[in-house]
Each structure stands twice: as C-alpha cells, then as structure tokens.
Nanobody, 115 residues
C-alpha cells in the first residue's frame, strides 16, 4: 500500500502564487508516474499536470505557462508550482501516484483563489 499526502493549499488572491507538495511512501518512488488533478465544485476531476519517472511532463491547456510540476526522488516528493493564479483554478487538488502495483490517491488539499 502506497500512502500519498498532499499539502500546501490555502486561500490566495488572483495573480498570486502557491506551491503544493505531494509526498509518497514506497521505496520505488523514482519509478512512479505522478500527477496532480483538481476538482471544482460540481465539476468532474481533471488532470492538471503529470510527470513521469524520467521527468517528462504534460499539462492541461488551461495551466500551461503558469503551473510547473517537478519531482525530487530523494525526498519522495512531487511539487506543483502555481503562478498567476486565477479564480477558475479554485478546487480540491489531488495527487495521484501510478505505481507498478496500482494507482493511489491522496485526500486532497483545497486551493481557493479569490479577491
């Protein structure tokens, strides 16, 4: 069983920045495909950004140029740097770890962008 824990959410103003962290258990983190997803109230969960074990990244069109996903394999942690935040970025952000033994989700962290 892999544990996934997100942190870093909060209330931000439009135009602000925030970094989310996702720490995963397991001794094969470097092989995990890590992803950040978000779910706004009343909407389906959507992929925001993902990074493979060898560092390849992809992003939703809505966050390209504003969000950056990265990972530190020594710390078993993935990050999501969010810049120029917009109200439409509001939602619960979930971290996903795709491992050889299955897929695991964190509990989510709330991100609210409001003036």
């Amino acid at each position: 069983q892999v544990q996934v824990v997100e942190s870093g959410g909060g209330l931000m103003q439009p135009g602000g920045s925030r970094s989310l962290s996702c720490t995963s258990s397991g001794n094969m983190f470097r092989t995990y495909h890590m992803g950040w997803y978000r779910q706004a109230l009343g909407k389906q969960r959507e992929m925001v950004a993902a990074i493979s074990g060898d560092g390849h990244t992809n992003y939703a069109d809505s966050v390209k140029g504003r969000f950056t996903i990265s990972r530190d394999n020594a710390k078993n942690t993935a990050y999501l740097q969010m810049n120029n935040l917009k109200p439409e970025d509001t939602g619960v952000y979930y971290c996903n770890a795709r491992t050889p033994n299955g897929e695991y989700w964190g509990q989510g962290t709330q991100v609210t962008v409001s003036a």
